[in-house]
């Protein structure tokens, strides 16, 4: 399930859920390809005002972390990130850590 | 100098060199009369790097929107120097062994990890506004080759090295210092040199683990050194460390990155990785 956005809304990396076609029936964009903010003027060009992308929410990838999960994994990550998170783009770090982690568990708990 | 080390260094002088492919390409390159034609000629005579830079090209790495199905496209759309860095990064994967497995290291793994290095380097360039990210993919891959030639060339002191490092809560680099007498940052640099890389490439394999060049911040040895860190993080392959390194904190005055740059590219990175290591055979 995809979620609708404008052309100027688009971010580098989100990625296309259907194939973009021109009246013609070419394919302008194909379906799962990575948008880039460029690909904004291209597309107005050809008279495209709204995209359809993938929708990260609605993603496999994302998953919900219980307190459980959620506890399991700051132990885990207390073994192998042995500082404490300050500038933001260490917390940022960490929590990409955390995600990849959770994601992990759940995924392996739901299989 | 202890008999490890020679030993290392001279594996390092015998050790393969470039493909002739690419020493014909850089020819042609350094060649002002050269046509896009004349570089597709050259490449067109390895097949078998025809074939892969064409899927990398295709893939979602490069984001483009047309079908690249031919060299002269892929030069035209890449560029000359980033057509080259496909071909050294397909013959270097080439080059090593990919059977040297121990208990804490294996080279697919390793590979894997590397990639996502790559990845996420061009990624940081690019976030840090670098106008020409040709370089960083190719050296994000390589940074840790002195880690494989270690386990090619001298696979007990290897191993022990990784036990020490595993025991003792250390980075692979002191653990190497220590059992070695030297570390894979070093050898790397050394098969740059061999390899004649480009200088900042070289620098980059050097000091990827402070992001630091003569003690200053440098753009590509800085996203590297991220990368590194953030690779770790996502857990992509192995790198044959254990824990997840804290960032340098002075890299960041020099990457000046957006807030989220690295958070809101979790999917997008993802994304390349397994496309990557699907073209690349990993």
């Not at chain 1, 394919?27 to 995209?51: D, E, Y």
């Not at chain 2, 202890?2 to 493909?19: A, D, Y």
């Not at chain 2, 004349?38 to 390895?46: E, G, Q």
């Not at chain 2, 064409?54 to 079908?67: C, T």
């Amino acid at each position: 399930m995809g979620k609708t956005i404008l052309c100027e809304d688009i971010t580098d990396g989100m990625i296309l859920e259907h194939p973009i076609l021109n009246k013609f029936g070419q394919t302008i964009l194909p379906g799962n390809a990575s948008l880039q903010t460029k690909h904004a003027g291209l597309l107005k060009t050809w008279g495209v005002r709204t995209v359809v992308v993938k929708d990260e929410t609605q993603n496999e990838t994302s998953v919900e972390v219980n307190e459980e999960v959620r506890l399991l994994v700051l132990e885990q990550l207390r073994h192998i990130v042995l500082w404490k998170p300050e500038h933001e783009f260490e917390h940022e770090l960490f929590q990409m850590a955390f995600r990849t982690r959770a994601r992990a568990i759940v995924l392996s708990t739901k299989r | 100098m202890n008999t490890v080390i020679q030993h290392i260094t001279k594996n390092i002088r015998e050790f393969k060199t470039l493909p002739t492919v690419y020493t014909r390409l850089t020819e042609v390159m350094a060649d002002s009369r050269s046509t896009i034609q004349d570089a597709a000629d050259v490449i067109s005579s390895d097949q078998a790097a025809v074939t892969k830079i064409l899927n990398v090209a295709n893939s979602p790495l490069y984001g483009l929107s047309a079908r690249v199905d031919n060299v002269n496209k892929a030069i035209f759309l890449l560029g000359f120097n980033e057509v080259k860095n496909l071909i050294i990064a397909i013959s270097i994967l080439d080059m090593f062994d990919r059977k040297n497995v121990n208990t804490y290291f294996n080279p697919v793994e390793f590979w894997k990890f590397s990639i996502g290095v790559g990845i996420i380097s061009r990624h940081i360039g690019k976030e840090a506004g670098v106008a020409n990210v040709d370089n960083f993919f190719l050296t994000g891959i390589i940074h840790g080759i002195g880690k494989l030639f270690l386990a090619q060339h001298a696979p007990t002191e290897f191993l022990k090295t990784l036990e020490f490092a595993y025991d003792n809560e250390l980075s692979l680099r002191e653990a190497e210092r220590k059992i070695i007498g030297t570390n894979h940052t070093i050898i790397g640099e050394l098969l740059a040199e061999h390899w004649k890389l480009p200088v900042p490439m070289k620098n980059a394999i050097r000091n990827y683990p402070t992001g630091m060049v003569n003690q200053v911040p440098e753009v590509l040895a800085a996203s590297v050194h991220v990368a590194y860190c953030v690779t770790q993080a996502m857990e992509f392959g192995n790198s044959g460390e254990r824990i997840i390194e804290k960032p340098n904190p002075l890299v960041w005055q020099i990457l000046k990155l957006r807030t989220g740059a690295l958070r809101d590219s979790f999917e997008d990175i993802t994304a390349k990785y397994e496309q990557a290591i699907s073209v690349f055979s990993l």
